[in-house]
């Protein structure tokens, strides 16, 4: 009995470390399948430029007087670097850096949009101080002295995925962040985006855009002065009483 005890124990670590070899050889041949494929996905983004980007166009019939057309962005984007977004308002200026890793498309968008003037001279239409502490802008239809009711409905004609989005992160717009608005869905970002200058908890269902560098200070003023709870009703805040006025908004050469 002691004989078979010893053989049959024999037999178990002959099996333990058959298994173990196998598992290790797997490891291995899927770590090198990984680094060829990202190899290949490399070359192959190089070649193609960067990122792929894809643009729906809004159809004609569902664009209103608020929809501005520009054309549309290249389909491909970098991928690799950052860029500096500077937002210069009647306050002063606003400074922000992108990471291109995080959002290709969404920086390539914006890009597009700014050698085109397309914020220039638009005003920030919305100020949430309850619960979320954001400033929105970014439609390209408020202008002037007055307020319209169709504030806040306008962008370009197109639309885009969502990138970068905050599933991760407690809370997941925090002070500094600026991140796109859209419309409730999948898909659905365009032009307007909003700075957070207070923690704010929301669905992580907007791209985070990038990170303030200089300015937040700014944007805290214009919560201190409130807003006139134009939007109290539906989704909330109203239009800040401290008026922000883009001047103009650019967007730096890819740096890396």
């Not at 992580?204 to 201190?224: I, K, P």
Request: aromatic share 6%.
């Amino acid at each position: 009995m002691a004989e078979r005890a010893t053989a049959a124990r024999k037999r178990r670590q002959l099996q333990a470390s058959i298994g173990a070899g196998v598992a290790l050889l797997l490891v291995v041949a899927g770590t090198v399948w990984l680094v060829v494929s990202l190899g290949d996905d490399k070359d192959n983004s190089t070649q193609a430029g960067g990122a792929t980007c894809a643009w729906t166009e809004i159809p004609a019939e569902q664009r209103n007087a608020a929809t501005k057309d520009v054309g549309l962005p290249p389909t491909t984007a970098k991928n690799t670097g950052s860029q500096t977004m500077t937002i210069d308002t009647g306050l002063g200026p606003i400074t922000a850096k992108l990471n291109l890793a995080n959002v290709p498309c969404t920086a390539a968008s914006f890009t597009h949009l700014a050698e085109k003037k397309f914020f220039d001279n638009t005003k920030c239409h919305r100020l949430v101080t309850q619960g979320l502490q954001v400033l929105q802008c970014g439609d390209p239809s408020v202008t002037g002295t007055a307020w319209k009711e169709t504030d806040g409905t306008g962008g370009p004609t197109y639309r885009f995925a969502e990138e970068n989005l905050p599933t991760d992160k407690r809370p997941p717009y925090p002070a500094g962040v600026i991140a796109m608005a859209n419309s409730g869905g999948e898909g659905t970002t365009g032009s307007q985006f909003f700075i957070v200058y207070g923690d704010s908890q929301l669905p992580a269902s907007y791209t985070v855009l990038g990170t303030v560098t200089g300015g937040l200070d700014l944007v805290s003023q214009v919560g201190a002065a409130g807003d006139d709870g134009a939007f109290a009703q539906q989704a909330g805040g109203g239009h800040p009483k401290k008026e922000v006025l883009i001047k103009s908004l650019t967007m730096s050469a890819p740096v890396g």
